[in-house]
């Protein structure tokens, strides 16, 4: 499956975005780590919204940055949640233990039945899992086109 190579594309519009998020979410399975990382307003939490789309979880999906992390329930038996993740607040304390940050909030859901989904997670949340996918979205100011690069994690 390509999804799970990596790829590039060039989304002029959120709808784009979305349907680029739900494409790479239908390949995620329970256990998977997906890093989205970008500037401020690159459109992350859009591209999280597409793949909460394609796993068919409850939402709505919103930036999880004041709370840093949602449960997203499966809407579907057997299929994993989605644990939404904003890393924003964190990032200030370079020796902050993400494990343990996660288990501080009593999610009430095994990460490792679930799809974790980490918005400025980048040199973080890889310690989460060996393989994740690492999802780069560039937004260029003159015209709104976003760039995203994706790309797995060698196991």
Do not use: C, N
Request: aromatic share 4%; net charge negative.
């Amino acid at each position: 499956m390509t999804e799970r190579l990596g790829g590039t594309a060039e989304l002029a519009t959120a709808e784009d975005t979305i349907a680029l998020g739900a494409t790479l979410g239908q390949g995620l399975r329970a256990g998977d780590v997906v890093v989205l990382s970008g500037p401020l307003g690159a459109g992350k939490t859009v591209l999280a919204k597409g793949i909460a789309q394609a796993m068919d979880v409850d939402g709505p999906v919103v930036s999880p940055t004041f709370v840093l992390a949602r449960v997203h329930r499966a809407r579907r038996p057997g299929r994993p949640a989605m644990v939404h993740v904003d890393m924003y607040r964190l990032l200030d304390h370079p020796g902050a233990d993400l494990l343990g940050e996660l288990d501080a909030l009593d999610l009430d859901t095994d990460l490792e039945d679930a799809v974790v989904v980490v918005e400025w997670g980048e040199g973080l949340a890889e310690r989460l899992s060996d393989h994740h996918l690492d999802i780069r979205i560039e937004r260029d100011s003159r015209t709104e086109v976003r760039t995203v690069t994706w790309q797995w994690s060698q196991p």
